[in-house]
């Protein structure tokens, strides 16, 4: 069954630096993938998704995520972290013959500091 | 342009009560999504619908646990008899065309006492 694997349940970043939240996934045939964020008390948002087009999929807030097969990767980044990026992020796999039923991930809260 | 609704916000009921959430979804969405998320085990997919039909609900459970979608925008997730490890955030979203581009609404926080 595919799924995927949110290493570390949170990440601790200063305003400006790099924003990396890393995803592993398992799947026997190409997935589609996607990050969502969750803002307290509010539901999820799609960050972005890859669908087998780029392999760098880039989406709002200038988060981007790169596909990488050999690695069986899908990590999130932003160059520069923003207070505003304070929240959990949530990458999941969609399965299922249309591709209807997303899985998530355990979820990473990422904190900002000034 | 209007979101997934969900009501109620909160709700807080003793065990053994039945609960109603309801969920109104973004119009011309085919799909419709019931997720509950908890510390303990993360989201998890309840159920979903395409064109008001129940399609895969191998996530409920239990047979408490019910859910309907009388038409096109309106569901409802059901619980009778509550328990208190029913005490959760249950979302419900809404897709166009499914694919994992999923809209969700601002969730119902149940409290079972």
């Known amino acids: 069954a595919q799924s995927v694997t949110q290493l570390g349940s949170h990440v601790s970043v200063s305003e400006g630096a790099l924003v990396l939240l890393r995803c592993n996934y398992s799947?026997?045939?190409?997935?589609?993938l996607f990050w969502y964020v969750q803002y307290p008390n509010q539901g999820l948002q799609l960050l972005l998704k890859y669908t087998s087009a780029a392999t760098l999929v880039k989406g709002i807030n200038g988060f981007e995520a790169e596909f990488k097969k050999s690695e069986t990767s899908f990590h999130l980044t932003k160059p520069s972290a923003h207070m505003s990026d304070a929240a959990e992020y949530f990458c999941?796999?969609?399965?299922?013959?249309?591709?209807?039923?997303?899985?998530f991930g355990t979820g990473t809260r990422l904190l900002v500091s000034p | 342009d209007a979101g997934v609704i969900q009501s109620p916000r909160h709700e807080v009921t003793e065990m053994g009560q039945e609960v109603t959430l309801r969920c109104k979804p973004i119009s011309g969405h085919d799909y419709l999504f019931w997720y509950r998320q908890t510390m303990m085990r993360g989201l998890e997919l309840l159920i979903y619908f395409n064109n008001n039909v129940p399609i895969d609900d191998s996530g409920m459970p239990e047979d408490r646990f019910s859910a309907k979608m009388p038409n096109a925008s309106f569901s409802t997730l059901k619980i009778q008899p509550s328990e208190p490890r029913d005490s959760a955030v249950y979302f419900c979203a809404s897709s166009p065309q499914g694919h994992g581009e999923l809209f969700f609404g601002e969730g119902s926080r149940l409290t079972v006492l």
């Open positions: 999941a796999v969609s399965r299922g013959t249309g591709f209807q039923k997303l899985v």
């Open positions: 799947s026997s045939v190409p997935p589609y």
